[in-house]
């Protein structure tokens, strides 16, 4: 399946070296095929990846690694999507990392001494696709529909919000395997989601939290009936896009910036170029016109 994206970009080659996009006039449109990843638009202005390696309950291979960040990359400056979705094919969201896939095999095998290496070379791969999450400027839903473990928990748990249908689980499996709980961001954001003291039994545990948990602890925003778990995330989307570019964006932008702020002050001040910046846009000067105008009839 090919997919459209914007390519007002500098050539970006695949894992076999492949070109995957060229520079072309712009607003011209060119099409790039994913092996492990589809993305298409739904609706206008509503942007969704699929995970697509069901058969492995979409696991994270090193391909789909750099295809993610190849797709991050072109959506970071492609404005006509505002809202991002990411979900998984078939019955599951996203396993984690592939341990059994042939590629991070052959390049663990000579890296398996190495710390320094395996770092650079593995490691980061994986871990950086949370940092381009959270500086994309879409807001991500995270739309899981059944089992996210390891790094796909963390895929959702880097997203602005969650929803989860009843056959979802959550689990940081590294622990289960000899590595440290700690991972793509985990110590970072479930003990702000859900507490550190339930954090730290989650994470030292390693154990499985069901979807009726993840509600109930703060670890999704809402468990919705099977069968609407896309319809429910396409509302949420929705409802974004009513509201103005910048100020979605901006929105973003400080729910990210303001989790590590110093102090409240440095928090509100952040705020406060936000909201001048949106004071001088078009959008907020017509809604300023037309709340006056529904308050006068």
Do not use: W
Not at 221 to 247: D, F, N, Q, T
């Amino acid at each position: 399946m090919k997919y459209l994206v914007d390519t007002n970009m500098v050539p970006i080659t695949n894992v076999e070296g492949t070109i995957m996009n060229e520079q072309i006039k712009e607003g011209k449109e060119h099409e790039m095929a994913f092996k492990t990843i589809k993305f298409e638009e739904p609706e206008t202005e509503v942007g969704l990846i699929t995970l697509d390696r069901p058969e492995r309950l979409n696991a994270m291979s090193l391909d789909m690694v750099e295809e993610l960040q190849i797709l991050f990359g072109q959506l970071y400056s492609r404005e006509q999507v505002r809202v991002l979705m990411i979900t998984g094919e078939g019955r599951g969201f996203c396993s984690g990392a592939d341990l059994k896939d042939a590629r991070l095999s052959r390049e663990a095998a000579t890296l398996i001494t190495n710390a320094t290496i395996h770092l650079v070379t593995i490691q980061k791969k994986y871990a950086n696709l949370v940092p381009e999450m959270r500086r994309l400027p879409q807001p991500i839903i995270a739309v899981v529909n059944g089992p996210a473990a390891g790094g796909g928990m963390c895929i959702a748990l880097a997203s602005d919000v969650i929803i989860a249908g009843p056959r979802a689980t959550f689990t940081p499996s590294f622990i289960n395997i000899g590595l440290s709980g700690g991972e793509m961001g985990t110590t970072y954001f479930l003990p702000r989601m859900v507490g550190s003291a339930r954090a730290a039994e989650i994470l030292l545990t390693g154990r499985t939290v069901d979807a009726a948990e993840a509600e109930r602890i703060g670890l999704v925003s809402r468990v919705v009936e099977e069968g609407r778990l896309m319809e429910a995330a396409l509302e949420i989307a929705r409802r974004m896009l009513e509201k103005s570019p910048m100020g979605l964006r901006l929105t973003k932008e400080a729910l990210h910036l303001n989790l590590t702020a110093p102090s409240l002050e440095a928090a509100i001040e952040l705020e406060n170029r936000n909201q001048s910046m949106c004071c001088c846009t078009p959008d907020f000067l017509k809604a300023v016109e037309a709340f006056s105008k529904r308050g006068k009839g």
